[in-house]
């Protein structure tokens, strides 16, 4: 893989993803998900991997999580149609959404490598604990990675600030608890973003009741081991 992508284009990268058979993962997959998004690109923003939606529809981050990060992008006035360009480490969907093996992400990095070699992006914003571990070669805790700028040296000796939070979906799953526990873990700024979008899922559920099996379970058995 690492060699036939090293001089693709971004357009040849894709097709490249979308008949992708290196690993075991072609097998089980409905669409393969190259990535969105504005090119050129401010931020890259890099998930783990596709879940039952986004499987389902070929882009990632849809459902509630995408929402949710749309609705974080918003606040600090980007969006993935003008500025950000969003992709996974992987790009078939695990069985069960089990975290990758060690071979398949051998198989699939020299995909995301290359994005971002093309894209340049200014930043790049990592979501979750397994895509963070995977893109910065560490095994820390994604506790101990937040809240500090990291830095990725690409191929041509580039250096690209790194920046990693949790992944939406785990952050949907804290939704429950009182507002000044979301605010202790998370920060004032995520929780009031967590509580709109609350506010407007549940508009949006009533009005509209077929959505909720449209949204149901993107990523979220990633999200339980996403600290």
Known sequence: VAQAVKNA???ELREQVVACTACGLCDGRRHAVFGQGAT???WLVVGEAPGEQEDRQGHPFVGRSGQLLDAMLAAVGMSRETDVFIT???KCRPPGNRN???EEIAACSPYLMRQIALLKPERILV???F???TLLGTDATIGSLRGRVHA???DEGVEIPVIVSYHPAYLLLWLQLPINVIIVIFGTVVAVLMVVFMRWSKRNMQANPGLHDQIGQEGHG???DST
Do not use: E, S, Y
Request: no cysteine; aromatic share 0%; net charge positive.
């Open 131 to 133: 895509a963070a571990q």
């Open 152 to 154: 990725l040296k690409t």
């Open 9 to 11: 284009t971004l357009d």
């Open 40 to 42: 050129p690109t401010r």
């Open 222 to 224: 990633r999200a339980l």
């Open 88 to 90: 996974n480490v992987i």
């Open 100 to 102: 990758p093996k060690p």
């Open 127 to 129: 979501l979750g604990r």
